[in-house]
């Protein structure tokens, strides 16, 4: 942060000036291509650093093997043959496709149930001074529960397996969705609906025609954070006892010590969790761009 | 202030303005809002003490008050918005009992839905009510308020006098009987208000609305009504009815008539005096 903002007032180009800044912003941003640029060359050097370091010994392969180490697993991890599987065993070569549609498929539709319970939810505690009367400190209480916690409850309840997995996974992404989608329909402008009202709108069709499209933005950003929390609760998910997934993956790799193949799974964990956020922000942009500042 | 007092100003600025105005639409029939001994408080906060008001079929009623008397609260309880707490409004001979597309509202600094464009604004109304000429309403409307090309921006796309229009625009489309308009032009600078004030006394005039406005502008009750009523301070009632018969129609040139000008320091000084 401090290295843009030296870069910024040193004037690298006079027409930076020129460019337009928001009146709020305390901290000019970079124009589009440098920002491109720096973001992708920083952690070049660092990758060089690191390979640096490994040649050299500094680095034992023991705490961090060579990125050239982790790169050959992750080519292993995607295109050798995979062999016959052997039960009980979670296989690393050539089963990047298994974990990952293992892995995806949870978060999908773990994300997508707390998505159909979440947006109801929110908005009836948005709406109704007695449901948030009656639910909010208890569901506060709760949300305060580390998704670890969560687990052995879950298999309880659901067994070891798929549905203890969906269960801690749904637990995970709910929360942001509800507190963000009651929160932006608590606030909905008093006048708005007032307006609606003496338009000849129905009682009924307020929560559908001015809420949901007014607490929308809010309502967004919950789902974009209830999205990316529920991806970092599929590895816990994974604990539960399955040999497909990357969390399973990662912990079987941990077993035999192969910390190159753990790094392959990290690596694979935040490309995933960053695609599904730039999906979600694509598919819901054109719902909110009105809101853009 | 009592009831004689208020009686006498009323008399006192009658005589020295002009005879009331004998306007084409007096006795036109049953007054469109008839609001009788209103009151209206929040907890220990008495708002409203004792409001009479009628409004005739086509009359612009200016409501005047110091800031603070409770002249919004007033507005949302003809809107049906707020019940009062005693007497009654009468909205076309039936009593008021929460808000409805007859007596819609403006506020300032308007109230449109910020995800539709302007067109689907306007359209939001006649749709409600399940009009089929909805979209024909809308064009002759987006004409009337000089938007006709600007249907599918946003509402931040406007300008502050657009969308002030725009607001208005959009109660109009459900052809209220009354219209109700609180500070209607109060966020916007001086000759955007004044442009606005005159669009919209042609506006009324062509359509006939009657109309409360509500605002503690001096200039635009008298610019913009048939008649004036002045609030007293909080807890508000009617100290004086003013009949405006200035000639038509009114607008830039009336600021400098000279009956206008006497009107003007004459209800100034009361209002500060008050």
């Given at each position: 942060?401090?290295?843009?903002?030296?870069?910024?007032?040193?004037?690298f180009d006079?027409?930076?000036?020129?460019?337009?800044?928001?009146?709020?912003?305390?901290?000019?941003?970079?124009?589009?291509?440098?920002?491109?640029?720096?973001?992708?060359?920083?952690?070049?050097v660092?990758?060089?650093?690191?390979?640096?370091?490994?040649?050299?010994?500094?680095?034992?392969?023991?705490?961090?093997?060579?990125?050239?180490?982790?790169?050959k697993?992750?080519?292993?991890?995607?295109?050798?043959?995979?062999?016959?599987?052997?039960?009980?065993?979670?296989?690393?070569?050539?089963?990047?496709?298994?974990?990952?549609?293992?892995?995806?498929?949870?978060?999908?539709?773990?994300?997508?149930?707390?998505?159909?319970?979440?947006l109801?939810?929110?908005?009836?505690?948005?709406?109704?001074?007695?449901m948030?009367?009656?639910?909010?400190?208890?569901?506060?209480?709760?949300?305060?529960?580390?998704?670890?916690?969560?687990?052995?409850?879950?298999?309880?309840?659901?067994?070891?397996?798929?549905?203890?997995?969906r269960?801690v996974?749904?637990?995970?992404?709910?929360?942001?969705?509800?507190?963000?989608?009651?929160?932006?329909?608590?606030r909905?402008?008093?006048?708005?609906?007032?307006?609606?009202?003496?338009?000849?709108?129905r009682?009924?069709?307020?929560?559908?025609?001015?809420?949901?499209?007014?607490?929308?933005?809010?309502?967004?950003?919950g789902?974009?954070?209830?999205?990316?929390?529920?991806?970092?609760?599929?590895?816990?998910?994974?604990?539960?006892?399955t040999?497909?997934?990357?969390?399973?993956m990662?912990?079987?790799?941990?077993?035999?010590?192969?910390?190159?193949?753990?790094?392959?799974?990290?690596?694979?964990?935040?490309?995933?969790?960053?695609?599904?956020?730039l999906?979600?922000?694509?598919?819901?942009?054109?719902?909110?761009?009105?809101?853009?500042? | 202030?009592?009831?004689?007092?208020?009686?006498?100003?009323?008399?006192?600025?009658?005589?020295?303005?002009?005879?009331?105005?004998?306007?084409?639409?007096?006795?036109?029939?049953?007054?469109?809002?008839?609001?009788?001994?209103?009151?209206?408080?929040?907890?220990?906060?008495?708002?409203?003490?004792?409001?009479?008001?009628?409004?005739?079929?086509?009359?612009?009623?200016?409501?005047?008050?110091?800031?603070?008397?409770?002249?919004?609260?007033?507005?949302?309880?003809?809107?049906?918005?707020?019940?009062?707490?005693?007497g009654?409004?009468?909205?076309?001979?039936?009593?008021?009992?929460?808000?409805?597309?007859?007596?819609?509202?403006?506020?300032?600094?308007?109230?449109?839905?910020?995800?539709?464009?302007?067109?689907?604004?306007?359209?939001?109304?006649?749709?409600?009510?399940?009009?089929p000429r909805?979209?024909a309403?809308?064009?002759?409307?987006?004409?009337?308020?000089?938007?006709?090309?600007?249907?599918?921006?946003?509402?931040?796309?406007?300008?502050?006098?657009?969308?002030?229009?725009?607001?208005?625009?959009?109660?109009?489309?459900?052809?209220?009987?009354?219209?109700?308009?609180?500070?209607?032009?109060?966020?916007?600078?001086?000759?955007?208000r004044?442009?606005?004030?005159?669009?919209?006394?042609?506006?009324?005039?062509?359509?006939?609305?009657?109309?409360?406005?509500?605002?503690?502008?001096?200039?635009?009750?008298?610019?913009?009504?048939?008649?004036?009523?002045?609030?007293?301070?909080?807890?508000?009632?009617?100290v004086?009815?003013?009949?405006?018969?200035?000639?038509?129609?009114?607008?830039?040139?009336?600021?400098?008539?000279?009956?206008?000008?006497?009107?003007?320091?004459t209800?100034?000084?009361?209002?500060?005096?008050?």
């Open positions: 942060m401090a290295l843009r903002q030296v870069e910024g007032e040193t004037g006079p027409g930076d000036d020129l460019a337009p800044t928001s009146a709020t912003a305390t901290r000019r941003r970079l124009s589009g291509w440098r920002r491109v640029a720096i973001g992708v060359a920083f952690p070049v660092l990758v060089m650093a690191w390979s640096t370091l490994s040649a050299t010994g500094v680095l034992s392969d023991q705490l961090l093997p060579a990125p050239v180490e982790v790169l697993s992750g080519r292993d991890f995607i295109v050798a043959p995979s062999r016959p599987p052997v039960p009980g065993v979670t296989p690393f070569r050539g089963a990047a496709a298994r974990h990952i549609r293992a892995s995806v498929g949870l978060w999908a539709v773990a994300y997508t149930i707390a998505v159909f319970v979440g109801p939810l929110g908005l009836g505690l948005g709406l109704s001074r007695w948030s009367a009656a639910v909010e400190p208890l569901f506060h209480a709760f949300r305060s529960v580390p998704i670890t916690a969560w687990l052995p409850i879950s298999l309880v309840w659901f067994g070891l397996g798929g549905g203890s997995a269960f996974v749904f637990i995970g992404s709910i929360s942001p969705i509800v507190v963000a989608t009651a929160d932006s329909t608590a909905v402008p008093r006048q708005l609906v007032d307006t609606a009202r003496m338009l000849g709108t009682q009924r069709d307020l929560a559908r025609r001015v809420y949901l499209p007014a607490a929308l933005p809010g309502i967004v950003t789902l974009r954070l209830g999205l990316t929390l529920g991806w970092t609760s599929v590895i816990v998910g994974e604990l539960t006892g040999n497909r997934g990357l969390g399973a990662m912990f079987a790799a941990r077993e035999v010590s192969r910390l190159d193949q753990i790094i392959v799974g990290m690596t694979t964990f935040a490309i995933i969790g960053l695609a599904g956020d999906l979600l922000r694509k598919v819901t942009r054109p719902l909110v761009r009105w809101a853009d500042a | 202030m009592s009831e004689s007092t208020a009686q006498d100003l009323t008399a006192d600025a009658t005589a020295t303005v002009a005879a009331p105005a004998a306007r084409p639409v007096e006795g036109a029939g049953a007054p469109v809002l008839a609001a009788t001994g209103v009151a209206k408080g929040y907890g220990s906060l008495e708002v409203l003490a004792d409001i009479h008001l009628s409004v005739a079929p086509h009359e612009v009623v200016a409501v005047l008050g110091p800031s603070g008397c409770g002249k919004s609260t007033l507005l949302r309880v003809l809107a049906g918005l707020e019940p009062p707490d005693r009654r409004v009468e909205v076309d001979g039936q009593v008021v009992r929460g808000p409805s597309p007859d007596r819609p509202m403006v506020v300032q600094g308007a109230t449109l839905f910020p995800w539709l464009s302007l067109r689907a604004n306007l359209e939001w109304g006649p749709r409600a009510l399940g009009n909805a979209a309403v809308v064009d002759e409307l987006l004409d009337a308020t000089g938007l006709g090309g600007y249907g599918a921006l946003l509402p931040r796309q406007l300008s502050g006098g657009m969308r002030q229009r725009a607001a208005i625009a959009q109660v109009l489309a459900n052809q209220p009987p009354l219209l109700l308009l609180d500070e209607p032009f109060g966020a916007l600078d001086a000759q955007t004044l442009r606005m004030q005159e669009w919209l006394i042609g506006l009324l005039a062509e359509r006939g609305t009657a109309t409360v406005l509500v605002t503690h502008d001096v200039e635009e009750a008298l610019l913009l009504g048939h008649r004036l009523v002045r609030l007293s301070h909080r807890p508000a009632a009617v004086e009815e003013v009949a405006l018969d200035l000639p038509t129609p009114r607008g830039r040139t009336t600021l400098a008539d000279p009956r206008f000008v006497e009107l003007k320091a209800v100034l000084a009361r209002v500060l005096d008050a």
